[in-house]
């Protein structure tokens, strides 16, 4: 009996952490399938909604393109954003122009 009893502690210890995290759920596929039904992307909201929200408010912190076109020599320096430890860089400019020619390539400004 005295061996049996640490055992029994362990087990009634882990059924119980079992019941308060249970280690997997199940659901059933018609639940999931209606939720992820109801979750479709829907690209022109969040087009909408990353253009009106994110992409215009963060302009103001964009650098003028003339500024970084004026200055090749710093532009990695002073208005590129890397990311992690490469060597590429990212600018994020604002201004206008016009377009001039445009293939499957590039775009002409």
Same mark, same amino acid.
């Given at each position: ?11 009634? =210890?882990? +059924? ?9 759920? %199940?659901?059933?596929?018609?639940? /999931? $399938? @209606? ?20 992409? =215009?408010? +963060? ?9 970084? %076109?004026?200055?090749?020599?710093? /532009? $990695? @320096? ?32």
């Amino acid at each position: 009996m005295k061996r049996l009893l640490p055992w029994l502690i362990v087990l009634v =210890l882990v +059924a119980g952490l079992c019941c308060l995290f249970p280690p997997f759920r %199940v659901h059933s596929l018609k639940a /999931v $399938r @209606e939720a992820q039904a109801s979750q479709q992307f829907n690209a022109v909201d969040f087009v909408g909604h990353f253009w009106g929200e994110n992409l =215009l408010p +963060a302009t103001d912190q964009a650098a003028e393109v003339t500024e970084v %076109v004026n200055n090749p020599a710093k /532009v $990695r @320096e002073k208005f590129g954003r890397m990311v992690g430890i490469s060597r590429s860089y990212f600018l994020f400019v604002r201004g206008s122009a016009r377009v001039v020619s445009a293939n499957d390539d590039s775009i002409g400004l």
